[in-house]
């Protein structure tokens, strides 16, 4: 397909490839968004490496999911509480550092991309300040951010974005109109990729990367159904897809 996602992702997807993204590194070998989690995953030849995104007050872009971090009787909210505190309270409920992005692309450099999921607003300016030094490392920033995404794309970055899409769109929204989508990606729940919809998004030039995905079967469905990527907790079943499944 004709898409505007940076190299090599793009290459892959005009050669008919798809795009392999671990969800958050591997989350069943070491907990999602640290540094175990990344390289755990780099072990299994991943395109991407997703990761979530909050800015503290002090400047640092973390990887953490949730908007808030608990460590025994304290609960943080993270873009209210400075890096070095945090960084101690999950030190002491994971065991693990909290880093932030600049380590993860240091982490991935030269090996695989990242894909950046917005967890708050206003982080494209910093998120593209990163992004400047990271020349060997493609990055596709992905979320319901849509100033944001609109900003990274319009700056003319060789960065990707994805819209992201969850089940509950056609609720909010009514129908899927993927004229509006405004980004090189969506970044769409399994559940609603469905064939029409992916068609179109093509007609675009917009890949349709699919979340999340533990299942072999199902993952080979979906690539028959000709969605560009798959999102997994599970980055070691992707060495097993394109192989035909036993009898």
């Known amino acids: 397909m004709n898409s505007s996602l940076p190299e090599p992702l793009r290459g892959r997807l005009s050669r008919g490839e798809w795009i392999r993204t671990a969800h958050r590194g591997a989350p069943k070998v070491a907990p999602g968004n640290t540094l175990r ?3 755990a995953a780099l072990a299994f030849g991943v395109d991407l490496v997703e990761i979530d995104v909050h800015r503290t007050p002090d400047g640092r872009l973390v990887l953490w999911h949730d908007d808030h971090i608990t460590s025994g ?9 400075e890096f070095s505190t945090l960084h101690a309270a999950v030190k002491k409920s994971l065991g693990e550092e ?6 993860a692309i240091q982490a991935v450099a030269g090996k695989a991309g990242l894909m950046v999921d917005l967890k708050a607003d206003m982080l494209a300016g910093p998120i593209m300040d990163c992004a400047h030094a990271a020349t060997d490392t493609p990055m596709v920033v992905c979320g319901d951010y849509r100033d944001a995404l609109r900003e ?10 994805s819209l992201t899409l969850d089940r509950s769109y056609r609720l909010r929204d009514g129908t ?6 405004d980004t090189d990606a969506v970044t769409i729940a399994y559940q609603i990729a469905e064939g029409e919809l992916i068609a179109r998004c093509h007609e675009l030039g917009i890949a349709v990367l699919a979340w999340t995905v533990d299942d072999l079967p199902l993952m080979r469905r979906l690539l028959a159904a000709d969605v560009d990527g798959l999102t997994s907790n599970r980055a070691d079943l992707f060495a097993s897809v394109d192989e035909p499944p036993r009898s």
């Not at 909290?98 to 380590?103: A, F, K, N, R, S």
């Not at 990274?152 to 974005?161: E, P, Q």
């Not at 899927?176 to 989508?181: A, I, K, S, Y």
């Open 98 to 103: 909290l880093i932030d992005l600049p380590q």
């Open 176 to 181: 899927l109109v993927p004229e509006q989508f």
């Open 152 to 161: 990274i794309r319009a700056s003319g970055r060789s960065i990707g974005t």
């Open 73 to 81: 009787l304290h609960r943080y909210a993270v873009d209210e509480v």
């Open 37 to 39: 989690s990344i390289l």
